[in-house]
């Protein structure tokens, strides 16, 4: 049981060039979201999915789009990277909307750790 | 918005006992949650608490007080791989869904 899969992770970047992080669960989990971490900070909140064909956008959504065609995967998309965008992206997932309010457990990936110069 | 408040570093001994405090202020509040991290790695969920009181968990607990706003989490017979940043996080309603806000962290050090 694989979990929770991020790719690349590791990627440097130009300013202004895109490009998308994948996010792939095995576990059947409706609820997906993402985060980014920076140095010092605790995780932000950019967009989350309480399921195929829902999102929603989170604390810093801005420059970046998401889309849910599949339970399984939630792509995060930068249009136009920025070096402000250097971080460490976290893709997390639960079972459902409910199991986190009555768990409060998320299920993370190992991370992806983008570089715009 | 949302907005906690924790410790920014913790130091304990091997053995010892330590307790990160984190305080909240947030609408639509169903709960608090607790992670650990090593050195960047992926957070891993510790413990939550959905109503007052302490949870215990092996050698951690967690507390919560609701018409405080406040929650702790507790650590016992530190040990060395007890070095970690330990995040709270509150899980609220935003509209129709639920979320989960992180603080920025406690870094606990353990010494020999």
């Known amino acids: 049981n694989a979990g929770v899969t991020q790719t690349p992770k590791f990627q440097v970047l130009k300013t202004g060039q895109s490009m998308t992080l994948q996010c792939a669960q095995d576990m059947n989990h409706e609820y997906m979201s993402w985060y980014r971490q920076d140095p010092g900070m605790g995780l932000r909140l950019i967009h989350y999915?309480?399921?195929?064909?829902?999102?929603d956008q989170g604390e810093v959504p801005n420059g970046y789009n998401v889309s849910r065609s599949t339970t399984e995967d939630f792509p995060l998309r930068l249009l136009s990277a920025a070096p402000s965008q250097t971080s460490v992206y976290f893709c997390?997932?639960?079972?459902?909307?409910?199991?986190?309010?009555?768990?409060?457990?998320?299920?993370f990936g190992e991370g992806s750790r983008l570089t715009v110069l | 918005g949302q907005s906690l408040e924790q410790p920014s570093e913790v130091t304990a001994v091997e053995g010892a006992i330590v307790q990160i405090n984190c305080t909240y202020q947030?609408?639509?509040?169903?709960?608090l949650s607790w992670y650990q991290q090593h050195d960047g790695g992926a957070p891993t969920f510790l413990s939550y608490?959905?109503?007052?009181g302490l949870e215990e968990t092996g050698r951690f607990s967690s507390f919560l007080s609701r018409s405080d706003s406040y929650g702790y989490l507790l650590l016992q017979e530190l040990q060395m791989k007890d070095s970690a940043s330990y995040f709270c996080a509150v899980i609220w309603t935003s509209g129709s869904a639920r979320q989960l806000t992180f603080g920025s962290g406690t870094q606990l050090t353990v010494l020999p």
């Open positions: 999915s309480v399921g195929a064909g829902i999102t």
């Open positions: 947030t609408s639509g509040f169903y709960g």
């Open positions: 997390a997932s639960n079972p459902q909307d409910s199991y986190l309010a009555n768990t409060g457990e998320l299920f």
């Open positions: 608490n959905g109503l007052d």
